[in-house]
């Protein structure tokens, strides 16, 4: 048993968060994760209100306990699904890809608790002052949108800078990572990769199939000149846009080319010309489990390593 001060934040029994994924996390693996006792987050990306409306509702109807939602901070409909978030007084919110300061004050005054991720300690800092209520280090093990830092180095930079609990993300898949996590001085995970591959998630099942077959280097960050890089698995479309990089194309024609393909992966199960956006723990995720037994197994793992590394400190240090 592993708990925190994120618990008592949260109301959650285990400091455990899905990741907010686009056209991935929606009512189904939401509610099952936070079921389980974990934060589960639907994960808003590009869609419109009405449909963040109506995954919230029925994440309701699948679970009394706490849940949240992402906002993209780049989608068109950012303002009005944190409309929606503050008339359906929901439990959290994270957003990734941009700053969501100005939003803070309504979220908070509806009683949401706001929760950004960042990929750089200036960005940490800049938010603290918002009074937020924790943040999400992502390092750029991740999948989807990522910085240049890994967990292992952004993540003891950023509890160094602020005070407020940080969260670690990027890279972690077991409980190996949780225990490092939480070494490094976070007060919890935020896992998304290893939910895809859960029996719960909607997503297509060539999306798991192809995380479970994808190994240690099958992931490749794209669309650095476009300033919004991102990590998928390696495919006909990640190959398009290396060549159209190597090219030095116009950063417009990349972006023209990615639209569309994150839903045409996630949905309609195109992993070979679709965004398969997945993070470096691709390589060791084996097998497709029910939420409740990934994070029961992490939980049981990282406390067995905590305990056994216990003991490696003192005069039996030795033995
Ligand atoms: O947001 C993510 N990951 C995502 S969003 C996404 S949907 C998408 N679709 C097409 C193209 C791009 C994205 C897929 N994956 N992670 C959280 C995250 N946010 N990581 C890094 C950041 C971030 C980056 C820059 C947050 C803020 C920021 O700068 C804000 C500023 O104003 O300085």
Not at 90 to 96: D, E, K, N, P, S
Not at 165 to 180: L, S, T, Y
Request: one cysteine or more; hydrophobic letters at 40%; charged letters at 20%.
């Amino acid at each position: 048993m592993i708990k925190t001060r994120l618990c008592e934040i949260l109301g959650i029994e285990y400091p455990v968060l899905q990741g907010g994924m686009a056209w991935v996390s929606e009512a189904r693996l939401a509610s099952a994760v936070s079921e389980a006792g974990g934060l589960g987050i639907i994960g808003s990306g590009t869609a419109p209100a009405d449909w963040v409306r109506s995954e919230v509702r029925k994440t309701k109807e699948l679970t009394s306990k706490p849940f949240g939602v992402n906002v993209m901070l780049m989608s068109p409909f950012a303002e009005d699904v944190i409309k929606v978030i503050i008339e359906e007084k929901v439990a959290v919110v994270t957003t990734g890809a941009g700053n969501p300061g100005k939003y803070v004050p309504a979220l908070q005054e509806a009683g949401t608790k706001v929760i950004p991720v960042v990929s750089s300690v200036a960005l940490a800092k800049r938010l603290e002052r918002y009074h937020i209520d924790a943040i999400i280090a992502e390092g750029t093990e991740s999948g989807g949108h990522v910085g240049e830092l890994t967990t292992m180095t952004l993540v003891p930079q950023v509890v160094s800078a602020v005070k407020v609990p940080v969260i670690a993300a990027g890279g972690i898949g077991d409980g190996r990572g949780f225990a490092a996590a939480l070494a490094l001085g976070a007060v919890g995970v935020q896992m998304g990769t290893r939910f895809v591959c859960s029996a719960e998630c909607t997503v297509h099942p060539k999306v798991k199939e192809t995380i479970i077959k994808a190994k240690d280097r099958d992931t490749v960050v794209t669309g650095r000149p476009t300033g919004h890089p991102v990590r998928c698995i390696r495919n006909k479309l990640t190959r398009q846009f290396e060549e159209l990089e190597s090219q030095c194309v116009d950063p417009a024609e990349l972006e023209k080319l990615g639209v569309g393909k994150l839903r045409a992966a996630m949905q309609d199960g195109d992993v070979a010309y679709g965004s398969v956006m997945a993070g470096q723990i691709s390589g060791m995720v084996q097998e497709i489990k029910p939420v409740r037994d990934i994070i029961n197994d992490i939980v049981t793992e990282a406390s067995e390593i905590i305990r056994q590394m216990g003991s490696l400190v003192g005069e039996s240090s030795c033995e």
